[in-house]
């Protein structure tokens, strides 16, 4: 469940990524077709790449280019005092990878752009002690709050929480996630003067980008899984697919779909009641797709086999494609406007931080490099950054 883990998951967020989601009037998200659609298609089965490998239980890091610092404890850099080693440089790219397999000629780039985070978050925080500033009960639950609001479609915290071995009130003590709160609360501050586009702006926006607004050919579905491996000997396929047509006898003389998953399916999305959200045509395995994209609707449609063993597929809604109406689109396009607006704000507000900061590296080539020289590069990479912590390195659930 990617979107979930990333939602969780507060060390892969960088300065950039709390100084977006900086609240402002009108920012808040709602939920739309295109945002529910995009969340829906990172959360279906049956998807290929790199996920099959997470849900499948083997080493996310394997394969990659990452290479064991041979000094873990050294210094990179030191930030007013507080300092970033080796070590904990690694674990934040293997983070920042989420699993995916990093070119040799990304790994500098991605190590660069670490450091510049890890910089930039340690002035803020330290201006959040100056500033005094405390993460309040009423912080959390906002914060809590959006999150709920962006989880796919059936997917509660408390539960995606479960699924990581932790509980709401562990997860609201963890440090990561209250340094996050008072980061987001220090640039609120520095922004908290912008007012919300007009709705000749929004409108304007939207037909200049109309193109950008289409939304493919998709389907609602969900499915029951009954996994069988590709070396499994033909006895036990044959017993595996009985499996299957009896699940779908069963939802044929009017059984329960959403229980009967729960009870059988070998995916995730048993949980769910088998339910894959919203996905279009690319998304999931080619035999899958070809299935889903032509049953009928409410159909409870014959065994299909794939490389992940029998699915039971039932349709629950086809959608044409088309254009999302400005109504639809709003909110995301009033928040793209506050977003392009914080930007020059928050990376001033950051290089004031840095030009009044005790900055030293590790590297003793690096430790004479002036701040002014570096601040420069740091404006040149900063819409890279947000690139490379936003990418998406892998779809979600591999359909089990």
Do not use: W
């Amino acid at each position: 469940m990617k979107r979930v883990n990333e939602l969780l998951s507060f060390g892969t967020i960088t300065v950039l990524s709390v100084m977006l989601c900086v609240t402002g009037p009108g920012c808040k998200k709602k939920s739309s077709d295109s945002s529910s659609a995009r969340s829906k298609v990172q959360q279906g089965g049956m998807k290929t790449g790199d996920a099959q490998k997470l849900n499948a239980g083997q080493d996310p890091l394997k394969g990659m280019t990452l290479a064991t610092p041979s000094d873990p404890d050294a210094v990179v850099v030191d930030v007013d005092g507080v300092k970033l080693t080796e070590k904990e440089l690694s674990e934040q790219l293997a983070r920042l990878s989420r699993g995916a397999k990093i070119p040799e000629n990304m790994l500098e780039q991605m190590r660069e752009q670490a450091i510049q985070v890890f910089i930039s978050e340690t002035l803020i925080l330290n201006e959040a002690d100056r500033q005094q500033i405390v993460v309040t009960q009423d912080d959390m639950e906002d914060a809590l709050g959006d999150m709920r609001e962006r989880l796919p479609e059936g997917v509660s915290l408390e539960d995606a929480l479960a699924q990581r071995g932790s509980s709401l009130e562990e997860f609201k003590q963890e440090p990561q996630f209250l340094r996050q709160l008072r980061m987001k609360k220090v640039l609120e501050l520095q922004t908290a003067g912008l007012e919300a586009p007009s709705e000749e702006v929004v409108k304007s926006k939207y037909e200049e980008n109309v193109d950008h607004f289409g939304m493919p050919e998709s389907v609602i579905a969900r499915h029951i899984l009954v996994r069988c491996d590709t070396d499994e000997d033909p006895a036990a396929r044959q017993e595996k697919r009985d499996q299957a047509e009896s699940i779908r006898k069963k939802l044929l003389e009017g059984e329960d779909f959403s229980e009967l998953a729960k009870k059988h399916s070998d995916c995730p999305s048993g949980q769910r009641g088998g339910d894959l959200g919203t996905f279009r045509r690319g998304q999931m395995v080619k035999i899958f797709e070809d299935a889903a994209f032509t049953q009928n609707v409410d159909e409870i449609g014959p065994v299909v086999e794939t490389d992940f063993g029998f699915h039971v597929i039932q349709v629950q809604e086809h959608l044409d494609e088309r254009t999302l109406t400005l109504d639809e689109v709003h909110d995301d396009i009033v928040e793209a406007i506050l977003r392009e607006a914080r930007e020059p704000i928050v990376r001033d507000f950051i290089e004031n931080l840095k030009s009044r900061a005790m900055i030293r590296y590790g590297d003793q080539d690096q430790k004479g490099k002036s701040l002014e020289g570096q601040n420069d590069e740091d404006e040149g990479q900063a819409g890279e950054e947000e690139e490379v912590v936003e990418e998406d390195a892998g779809e979600e659930d591999s359909g089990e």
